[in-house]
């Protein structure tokens, strides 16, 4: 799970047009309204639905990831954020909206979790209320590593990234080298377990929850990998 890597989440993630994905949810999350974002990492979708009018409720299970959110969250607007569990996380009042986003599902290691993160999300949406989640497909493995490899050097850090496949999940292997100094480094290593769900058994499943199915699409500009889940109670 997320702890070191946390730290450097931002900056590994600097290639993800944010602002591009948040204008795609508002495709469907037209009137202001409550929004529960779960796996909220470190917050960047929580500041733009508090600038544009939103109260946002943010729950992560990283310590690490809720802090910066924090940080990042201090001068914004009518936004909480809770340390909790997204298979179960129960919110004070019935929201508007929920979303879940940057392949925050595929962390469960198997489909029972992600039955759970579905009853979650109904029970936690007023009725008519839209759930918003993405999910990647097994053709990401490839599209990411080079001979079963994954490396991103930047100017503050080194990660490199080995998977071993066992059964459905995909155990990823994370050494990570934070630079301290020019030339000293702190050492950490993680390992974080990915599943790899079929389309049309999330689908089902959400059906079977009571959810109306709106869309089920990717777009060209978040890769052809990733479906997004729109979905509505
Ligand atoms: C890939 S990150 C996505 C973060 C954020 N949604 C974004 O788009 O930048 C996945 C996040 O989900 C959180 N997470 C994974 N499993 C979780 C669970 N069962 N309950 C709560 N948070 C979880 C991780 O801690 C991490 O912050």
């Known amino acids: 799970m997320h702890k070191e890597f946390a730290n450097i989440y931002d900056v590994f993630m600097e290639s993800v047009n944010y602002e591009d994905w948040y204008k795609y949810l508002r495709k469907y999350i ?31 299970i990283s310590e690490v990831m809720l802090e910066i959110a924090g940080d990042k969250t201090k001068e914004s607007k009518d936004v909480e954020l809770y340390q909790g569990d997204i298979r179960n996380f129960r919110a004070e ?60 050097e930047k100017e503050n850090y080194l990660t490199i990234w080995r998977y071993n496949k066992e059964g459905e999940n995909y155990i990823i292997n994370i050494k990570l080298f934070i630079r301290e100094k020019e030339n000293l480094f702190r050492n950490y290593e993680e390992v974080h377990v990915k599943t790899i769900f079929d389309l049309e058994e999330i689908a089902n499943k959400a059906l079977e929850t009571g959810f109306d199915i709106v869309d089920i699409k990717n777009d060209e500009e978040f890769g052809e990998n990733r479906f997004f889940f729109i979905l509505k109670k």
């Open 93 to 152: 009042k019935p929201v508007d909206y929920v979303v879940c986003n940057f392949d925050t599902v595929n962390y469960f290691d198997k489909f029972g979790d992600l039955e759970d993160f579905l009853l979650c999300s109904y029970e936690n949406l007023k009725e008519n209320g839209i759930l918003i989640f993405d999910v990647v497909t097994e053709e990401i493995f490839e599209e990411m590593f080079e001979n079963g490899v994954f490396l991103d």
């Open 30 to 60: 037209k009137k202001a309204g409550t929004v529960l974002d779960l796996g909220c990492g470190t917050g960047e979708f929580l500041v733009r639905f508090s600038k544009d009018g939103f109260s946002s409720i943010g729950v992560d």
